[in-house]
């Protein structure tokens, strides 16, 4: 099936540690992006990227970062240097050649202990 | 991109029609209109987009007025399982940095 998928669903983490979020599409999109959303709250944008091995910081990107080295993956660290992780976050790519319109994997739910 | 104003809540019957307005006054001419939901704990699900004029697929319609300050999403026989939070976002296409609000919850009841 084409689409993207998130995982882990969900994780809990220790202060202090590190933890990747990986993010897979088979859609061939070339834009991904990673966007946090806490509890009654809109989504912001963390990190995206528009090609290979390029991204872009986004409105959030203090305590985060990524890697995108190949066209479909786009995983996400969330370090000890971000102060209140505890979050969902989510996973998206673009179809810019079509209309543009952006396509959401399920999400990982991050809780710190 | 422009910003976005929307209810906080509404609710609708199962089987009316839910009309969900949002005003984007300051919408510019080459930003389109993009309607997401998000189900709950789910990630969000593109509905429909329009630049001028109105949109209908087999989800919804959007309904932009003559001036492109407001526009409707027009759910037309909602179910339960239209129970979400809707989003409307101006942008441009190439823009990557969207700006999403709280966006409005849609309650259907039976």
């Known amino acids: 099936d084409g689409g993207i998928t998130q995982s882990p669903k969900y994780l809990f983490r220790k202060e202090g540690q590190n933890v990747t979020l990986s993010c897979e599409q088979n859609?061939?999109?070339?834009?991904m992006y990673w966007y946090r959303q806490d509890p009654g709250q809109g989504l912001r944008l963390i990190y995206y990227s528009q090609i290979v091995n390029d991204f872009q910081k986004g409105d959030i990107a203090e305590g985060y970062s990524v890697s995108r080295e190949k066209k479909e993956s786009f995983p996400l660290t969330v370090t000890s240097a971000q102060k209140n992780p505890t979050a969902f976050y989510l996973c998206?790519?673009?179809?810019?050649?079509?209309?543009?319109?952006?396509?959401f994997g399920e999400g990982s739910r991050l809780t710190v202990l | 991109d422009a910003k976005t104003t929307q209810p906080t809540s509404m609710d609708c019957a199962e089987g009316r029609a839910a009309n969900l307005p949002c005003n984007h006054s300051?919408?510019?001419?080459?930003?389109?209109v993009y309607w997401y939901r998000q189900i709950h704990s789910q990630g969000p699900q593109y509905i429909i987009h329009?630049?001028?004029?109105?949109e209908t697929n087999e989800m919804a319609s959007l309904i932009i007025t003559e001036d492109r300050k407001s526009s409707t999403l027009i759910l037309p026989h909602a179910t339960l399982r239209d129970t979400a939070v809707y989003y409307c976002i101006v942008r441009v296409v190439s823009n990557y940095q969207l700006i999403w609000g709280a966006g409005t919850k849609l309650i259907i009841k039976p």
């Open positions: 329009g630049l001028k004029n109105n």
């Open positions: 859609l061939n999109h070339d834009a």
């Open positions: 998206a790519t673009q179809n810019r050649v079509r209309t543009g319109e952006l396509f």
């Open positions: 300051t919408i510019s001419g080459n930003e389109y």
